[in-house]
Every structure is written in structure tokens, then in C-alpha cells.
């Protein structure tokens, strides 16, 4: 077989700055809101005074938040682990796949058509992708740990004792790490879950937001920015199964309206089924209304979610590129990295739907809101982990390195741009996913047109559009791996994992 043609680092980085400089052109970058300036002054004003006392329950949104996310990522991590082993294989491979390209958002509107607005939707829609998330990244762990004591164990013993004893100790500690950071990626989907009705920090900023209150919807942000960064202080791994029992029973106390029965049974053999097939079969009847639904929702869907996508991994990379320095040692001064820490922290704390519903306000419907949301969350992300390695990297400089920008130029910048390539291509299929949950707001990703045949109850037009979503993400992912692959970027695997 003939070898794998190699890529260079700026061939890569050359081939996605042209890609997003072609999709410029053909992007929606206008200014929706005519006033945006007396938008953003209204909401600067209300974001400088929080507005606690207007927030009622809000220990219970808080609490309900933490609930769904451990209880979420309790479940999926569960599930990875369970499917781990066996990512090997191709069934369980593709199941992972599908899994964890649907969007958390996109599960809930999915559970919600059988289960209703009730805590199990909420805790399934983290649970089902962050299982096939799990399974892939434990696989790896699991692969990438010593072989050596499973060797030495008597040839017949079984797989399951080889795998409890020789080989699960010794990933138990970057897996315990990889989930408690998982577990913040949860709390972030827990809260964005609030936008479609589950009673989390998201449904109180999102109803602040439609009522104009911004002082209110100030406090809710300072409460979640806060819970986001403190959340390595409070989950410590010997209290996680009182966090996950109290997590059980306080979701299972939340009344909801039930669903009528035989709601599973009618989703499955009449809500998804085409339209032209629920009589019988008729593959004329089928071709003419998937031919419509391709050309008119489809193909206008797919290519804006790309158009959005590749302009903000441009973008997401030249603000991390930029940014690591901010929290380096010798670069920045302590009040300069102090500074950086918390602007980092807190871009990266806010999900990219609750960014993008904030630049909505101010820019109005268009694709700069997505594209700014995009590229802030992601590139605040990238720039941590490149700055944590720069701090690591400071002090085996020689003595008379320089400082300031010419350290980050000529020292730091040439040794971290392979780990800086490979997490934005493993950021590129997340990228892409979330761009295509933006419809939810009105942006003409694919999303759009899934919300609205959700709205229309028309569930087989929803589910095509969807798979067509997953199949998307799934062929990212695919070109992600090959260059990365075919490029020797150096990256570490916890900056790895931390990336997923």
C-alpha cells in the first residue's frame, strides 16, 4: 500500500485560513439591529448592576442545574465505561458515533416528542452523546495505558478479570480526571438545556432575557460563572455517590405532566416513518417528498452550518494563537495574567448557545452572533490549555530567555504550535456541532430547519435532517483524524482529553 502523504504545520493551518476566507463572501454578516449600539448600552447597564433580589428560587435553579449535569454525566459515563472494551468494534464504534454527534439540545427536542418535559428528558439528553464521548475517550485511555501487567497474567484468564484488574487501575486516574472535567462541559449543557423549558439557570436568563430585566439576567450569570469555576472545589471524587444519589432524588421529585400512553410506540412506527411510507411501501412517493426536503432545508442548511463552522475555527484559532500568552509567566505581569485567568475563565464558562443568545440581542439574526459566540467559547478553551503548557514550558528556558512579546514569539509560539493545530482540529467536529444547534435561535443552520419541523410536529422531516447532522459531524471527525494522523503535532493526551 503506498504511504500516507504527510502534512505540513502551516500546509494545515495555510489550507483552513483559505477555506474561511473563501466562506467570507457567502456568509450573513450583517447587522440585524439597526440600534445595536442602545442595545448593548441597556445591556452593559444592567450587566454592571446584578439585580440578586429580582431572581426568585434561584438556590433551586442553581441546585437543579448541578442535578441534571451529575446525574447526566453519572449515566453516560457509566454507559462509556460499559462500552469501552468493545469500541474496537465496528457496531459499537458507529453507535458511539451517532451518539455523541446529536447535540444535547437536539436530544432533548427528540425525548421530549416521547417522554415529555420531565427530568428523565433532561438527564438522557446529557447522558446519550456524553456516553459515546466517554466510550471513545476511555477507549483511548485504556489503549494508551502499560500493557505489561496484563502479559503476565496466567493465559487463561478470562477478558473481563484481565480488564478489571490488569488494565481499568491503571486508567482509573486519567479517567477520574477526564470525567470531573466532562462534568463541567455537563454543567454548561444542563444550563443551556433551561432554554427549552427544563427548569435550569437557562429557562430563568432566557425568560430575564424576554422581559428586558438585565439586572436580573446579570445575577443569573454571576451565579453560573461562579458554579462553572468552582466546581473542582465542590465535586471531589470520595463525595461523587452522594452527589449522584441526592441528584436521583431530587430529580425524582419534580412533578411534570404526563405523557399519554403508547407515546414511545407511535414515535417509533408513525411520527419517524416518511410520510409516503406509513400506508406501505411506495418508493416514488418517497423520492418526491425527500427531493423538496433535500434541496429546499437540506443542502441550504448544511451549507450554511459549514460557512459558519469554518469561519469560526479561523477565528477560534487566531484568538487562542494570540491569547495563551495572557496567562504566562515572564509574558504578562501577575496583574496581567490574573486578568487573562478571569477573562479566560469566564468565556469559557459560557456555553456558545447562552454566548450566541447574548450577541443576538445586540447584532440581531444573523450569522456574526454564532460565528463571535463560536470563536470566543472555543478559542478561550484553546488558549487555557496552550497557556497551561506555556507555564510548564517557562521553566526550562534557558536563563537569559527574553520576556513579553518576544518570548511568546520567538520561544513559546514556535514549541506549542503543534498542540495548538491539534486541538483546533479536534475542536473543529464540536465546532461544527454547535453550530449546527444555532438554528435554535433563528440562525439558518441546520438547526433552523429541524426546530421548525419540530414546531410543525412534522417528526420524520425533523429525524432526516438529523441524521443528515450526524452524518456531517461523523465525516469531520473522520478528516480531523486523518490530518491529525498525517501531521506530527505533538499534543499531549490530557490536553487531548481536555479538548473533547
Not at 43 to 60: H, K, N, T, Y
Amino acid at each position: 500500500m503506498p504511504a500516507e502523504t504527510t502534512w505540513t504545520r502551516p500546509r494545515v493551518v495555510t489550507l483552513f485560513l483559505a477555506l474561511a476566507l473563501l466562506a467570507l463572501p457567502f456568509a450573513d454578516l450583517s447587522l440585524g439591529n439597526h440600534d445595536a449600539g442602545a442595545a448593548l448600552a441597556r445591556m452593559l447597564s444592567g450587566f454592571l448592576r446584578p439585580d440578586f433580589s429580582a431572581v426568585e428560587e434561584i438556590g433551586r435553579a442553581i441546585w437543579l442545574t448541578i442535578a441534571f449535569a451529575v446525574a447526566g454525566v453519572a449515566a453516560g459515563a457509566s454507559a462509556g465505561l460499559v462500552l469501552a472494551p468493545f469500541y474496537h468494534l465496528r457496531a459499537v464504534r458507529w453507535l458511539c458515533i451517532a451518539l455523541r454527534s446529536v447535540h444535547e439540545l437536539f436530544w432533548a427536542l427528540v425525548l421530549m416528542q416521547i417522554l415529555g418535559i420531565a427530568p428523565i428528558t433532561g438527564v438522557l439528553a446529557i447522558a446519550l452523546p456524553y456516553a459515546g464521548i466517554f466510550a471513545k475517550v476511555f477507549s483511548e485511555q485504556l489503549d494508551e495505558a502499560d500493557p505489561r501487567p496484563a502479559q503476565v497474567l496466567p493465559p487463561r484468564t478470562d477478558a473481563l478479570s484481565r480488564f478489571l484488574y490488569a488494565r481499568a487501575p491503571l486508567a482509573l486516574s486519567a479517567m477520574k480526571y477526564y470525567t470531573l472535567y466532562r462534568l463541567e462541559c455537563g454543567m454548561r449543557a444542563s444550563a443551556v438545556l433551561g432554554f427549552v423549558g427544563l427548569p435550569t439557570l437557562g429557562f430563568q436568563l432566557d425568560s430575564f432575557f424576554r422581559m428586558g430585566d438585565y439586572g436580573a439576567a446579570s445575577a443569573i450569570m454571576v451565579c453560573y460563572v461562579v458554579l462553572i469555576a468552582s466546581v473542582r472545589l465542590w465535586m471531589r471524587p470520595v463525595l461523587a455517590p452522594l452527589w449522584v444519589l441526592a441528584s436521583a432524588i431530587s430529580l425524582s421529585l419534580i412533578q411534570s405532566p404526563p405523557m399519554g400512553s403508547g407515546a414511545l410506540m407511535r414515535f417509533l412506527t408513525q411520527d419517524i416513518v416518511p410520510a409516503p411510507l406509513r400506508d406501505g411501501w411506495d418508493g416514488a412517493a418517497l423520492l418526491d417528498w425527500l427531493w423538496p426536503l433535500a434541496s429546499d432545508e437540506m443542502l441550504p442548511g448544511l451549507i450554511a452550518t459549514v460557512l459558519v463552522a469554518q469561519i469560526a475555527l479561523a477565528l477560534t484559532g487566531a484568538l487562542a494563537f494570540a491569547g495563551f500568552g495572557l496567562i504566562v509567566p515572564r509574558v504578562t505581569s501577575r496583574v496581567g495574567r490574573a486578568a487573562g485567568h478571569l477573562l479566560l475563565v469566564v468565556l469559557r464558562s459560557f456555553p456558545e448557545y447562552m454566548l450566541a443568545y447574548l450577541f443576538l440581542q445586540v447584532f440581531g439574526p444573523s450569522m456574526l452572533p454564532a460565528i463571535l459566540a463560536l470563536a470566543l467559547h472555543n478559542g478561550a478553551i484553546i488558549a487555557h490549555l496552550l497557556g497551561r503548557e506555556g507555564e510548564t514550558l517557562v521553566p526550562t528556558l534557558r536563563r537569559d530567555a527574553p520576556r513579553g512579546l518576544t518570548l511568546w514569539g520567538w520561544e513559546l509560539a514556535p514549541r506549542l504550535s503543534g498542540p495548538f493545530i491539534a486541538l483546533c482540529l479536534y475542536r473543529w467536529e464540536i465546532i461544527l456541532r454547535e453550530t449546527a444547534v444555532m438554528g435554535l435561535l433563528g440562525i439558518a443552520t441546520l438547526g433552523f430547519y429541524i426546530d421548525s419541523a419540530m414546531a410543525e410536529l412534522r417528526l420524520d422531516r425533523a429525524m432526516v435532517l438529523l441524521v443528515a447532522t450526524g452524518l456531517l459531524t461523523a465525516a469531520v471527525d473522520r478528516v480531523s483524524r486523518s490530518l491529525r494522523r498525517r501531521t506530527n503535532l505533538g499534543e499531549k493526551r490530557r490536553m487531548r482529553d481536555d479538548c473533547c
